[in-house]
């Protein structure tokens, strides 16, 4: 979920007159127009990778053209020349936006990543101009000062409310010194959070762990030696072994590595990466950041970062974040120590003396899980044929929910050959949609799993829905069966959520449509459809073996289920510390003194009621990069509070019925039909009944301890 429309606060500068040779370009470049294809799927038969450089150019100049004559329109603001104008602009821009960064992410290449380096400043300068437009903020606040008297309807007001909200967020209403030292503190945050990013990838670079001697590496397979074994090699370690670090704190390997001082040498690399006093050391920067955020939410009137960032979120406040997590804290801290004294006698068993360490816990863990459940992944996965999964599973409970068909379309032009496309038909057979599934593994594609639109669904531009849905597994070779493993499988249900939410967008304006939602909403209807992925009901009809045709094993399925509870306590809590440790740094206020960032760290972390000795936050401060330069500052708690959000929606399924159609379009018309044209929290209390609550979430991780004998 990384495209929102962030044409949203659209601006003006005079860029002169451009001028194009309209003739010519129009016939040479297939963005100009809107593509003649179904549902204005992009013509990526046409497309070329020179396309797309003077289509952002043209759009950027189209655009502001646009917005600068809206501005300076001589006629009084109404709603329709300004806000309904504002939503009609930049349509090239977005169409060339939306088709470049859907194909940048799943299939770049160096002159992608060209088109990328030099477009993505500009981007974000002309998004600046539209901003700070002093006569386009003056109309916006004009009808926003008349709005009881001009007779708008919900979505139309909840839309001037957004575009109001938007501009005052980004400075519109401060006096000009105040407006000043904006600028110089955005301008001093973004060089912060590019210098942070670019120390933290050297600091993981250069934190790898070296291992001279093959036998310290015991209990790695190996594939994972050969890679090892490579990396040193192409390091300069000719012979030698190297584990690279990956983002978190705690690294895979752990849950292999035999030799309990490699695993305390790996964690140490990791732990202490960026925090070396050498010139990749984050400490500096992020101090800075926390008080220059600080500084600016105060511009604002704001207590802290964490208040100023959180107005627009379902949340609201940080009190309301942080008492969420503080409400899991009883039950967590309970079940921490449950698991830490198994795994403390697991290691006594094992002949090890002392205490259970961090490095200790994910070797010990899958150690237990091997013995105490006798249940290992690759049974399951000649059950997991990913046609069968899609079609049999995934389509299957749409189906069963909302009536959806789905039509394998071949004549829709794709940007890679292993591409399926599908259009969507709703339960009265009228087109819905159109689906792009792009599954498997690739050299140029980004890492994880993904859904965008490239076209997005709006009444006033009269465009459906056109999706994707991006991933990353592992391709059978030629052949063989496209086997999928449980966590694939629930990945393509929780893509499939989001696309359900952008299917069934039934908005007039597009800023509103579909997954234009806030970070703790918007991960609500992909993780609550993760929960049909095995549902009985579903898992029977898509999960057959792939030779013999016969149902998977009810005894596979309750290993399966048992096992996954298992170790919850740590997941859960490395994520709860690390969100806390988030509001906590973007909780400080402007008069606070520059931290020192271990202190303020080992003090936070040790205030939080968990046990964070031996299981550390899944980020420590200066290795953060979702808070300090991804945009998911004060936000890394919305990963739960839409876990909260997805267990609560399907604690009300499983009291009502489970899967059946009559639940299936009240979620709809509740839910997923919505996009952000009401409060969320009003929205959720319709479909849920009360307010969230924290239950079936515990439930659901098995925290909560069973009160049978
Ligand atoms: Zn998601």
Redesign the pocket.
């Known amino acids: 979920?990384r495209l929102k429309r962030w044409i949203l606060l659209a601006g003006v500068a005079s860029m002169g007159a451009l001028s194009f040779g309209a003739a010519h370009a129009a016939s040479a470049n297939p963005f100009f127009q809107p593509s003649s294809y179904p549902y204005q799927a992009p013509a990526f038969d046409r497309i070329k990778e020179s396309d797309y450089q003077p289509a952002f150019e043209r759009g950027m100049v189209e655009h502001l053209r646009e917005v600068n004559a809206i501005a300076k329109d001589k006629a009084a603001p109404s709603f329709e020349n300004t806000i309904v104008a504002l939503e009609k602009s930049g349509r090239l821009l977005d169409r060339v936006t939306e088709t470049f960064f859907g194909v940048y992410q799943a299939n770049s290449t160096p002159a992608l990543d060209r088109v990328q380096s030099r477009e993505a400043p500009r981007l974000a300068q002309h998004q600046d101009e539209i901003n700070l437009n002093a006569r386009l903020f003056a109309r916006i606040k004009t009808l926003y000062d008349q709005r009881a008297t001009l007779g708008l309807n919900a979505e139309q007001s909840q839309l001037l409310e957004v575009y109001y909200q938007q501009f005052v967020h980004a400075g519109a209403l401060l006096p000009p010194a105040k407006k000043t030292r904006l600028r110089a503190i955005n301008k001093r945050e973004a060089e912060l959070e590019s210098a942070y990013q670019q120390r933290l990838v050297a600091a993981a670079r250069d934190g790898a762990l070296v291992v001279d001697q093959k036998e310290a590496l015991a209990g790695l397979d190996d594939a994972a030696l050969m890679n090892a074994q490579k990396a040193a090699s192409d390091r300069h370690h000719p012979g030698k072994f190297l584990l690279s670090l990956q983002n978190t704190v705690q690294q895979p390997e752990l849950e292999a590595l035999q030799s309990r001082t490699t695993r305390q040498a790996l964690f140490e690399a990791s732990w202490t990466r960026a925090e070396r006093g050498d010139a990749h050391d984050t400490r500096a920067i992020i101090a800075e950041l926390a008080q220059l955020r600080a500084e600016k939410a105060a511009l604002f009137g704001y207590p802290n970062y964490a208040a100023y960032v959180l107005y627009d979120q379902m949340a609201k406040t940080p009190e309301a974040a942080t008492g969420f997590m503080q409400q899991l804290v009883p039950a967590l801290a309970k079940a921490q120590k449950r698991e830490a004294s198994l795994l403390q006698k697991a290691m006594e068993h094992d002949k090890q003396t002392g205490t259970l360490q961090p490095w200790d816990w994910p070797y010990y863990a899958a150690q237990v899980k091997r013995e105490k459940f006798a249940f290992n992944q690759d049974e399951l996965k000649p059950y997991f044929e990913l046609n069968h999964v899609l079609t049999d599973g995934v389509f299957y409970a749409a189906e069963q929910l909302y009536g959806l068909h789905f039509k394998q379309r071949h004549d829709i032009p794709t940007y890679h050959p292993d591409v399926m496309v599908y259009e969507v038909f709703d339960h009265d057979n009228s087109p819905l949609g159109l689906m792009y599934f792009d599954y498997f593994k690739r050299d140029t594609k980004s890492g994880g799993?993904?859904?965008s639109n490239f076209v997005g669904q709006s009444h006033l531009l009269g465009t459906k829905p056109v999706i994707y849905n991006v991933a990353n597994f592992a391709k059978a070779s030629a052949g063989q069966p496209q086997l999928i493993t449980s966590d694939d499988v629930v990945t393509m249900f929780?893509?499939f959520?989001?696309a359900l939410h952008g299917l069934f967008a039934n908005q007039t304006y597009p800023t509103l449509s579909g997954t234009n939602v806030a970070r703790d909403f918007?991960?609500f209807p992909?993780?609550f459809n993760e929960n049909w992925a095995f549902d009985p009901k579903v898992l029977a009809h898509y999960a057959r073996h792939y030779q013999t045709g016969q149902p998977i094993p009810e005894a596979l399925v309750a290993k399966m289920k048992k096992a996954a509870h298992f170790d919850q306590s740590y997941a859960l809590g490395e994520i709860v510390t690390a969100a806390t440790l988030d509001l906590r740094w973007h909780g400080l206020s402007a008069t606070a003194p520059r931290q020192k960032v271990d202190m303020f760290e080992a003090q936070e972390l040790g205030s939080m009621g968990l046990d964070v000795a031996q299981i550390p936050p899944r980020y420590r401060s200066s290795t953060f990069l979702h808070i300090w330069s991804n945009g998911y500052a004060a936000g890394y708690y919305a990963y739960l509070w839409t876990e909260m959000l997805d267990q609560d929606a399907f604690a009300w399924f499983s009291a009502h019925g489970g899967l059946t159609r009559a639940n299936g379009q009240r979620f709809r018309d509740l839910i997923l039909s919505q996009g952000h044209t009401q409060d969320y929290g009003s929205m959720f209390r319709a479909f849920y009944g009360q307010n969230p609550d924290i239950e079936p979430m515990l439930r659901h991780r098995g925290l909560v301890e069973d009160m049978t004998p």
């Open positions: 979920m799993a993904w859904m929780h893509e959520g989001h918007v991960e992909s993780q």
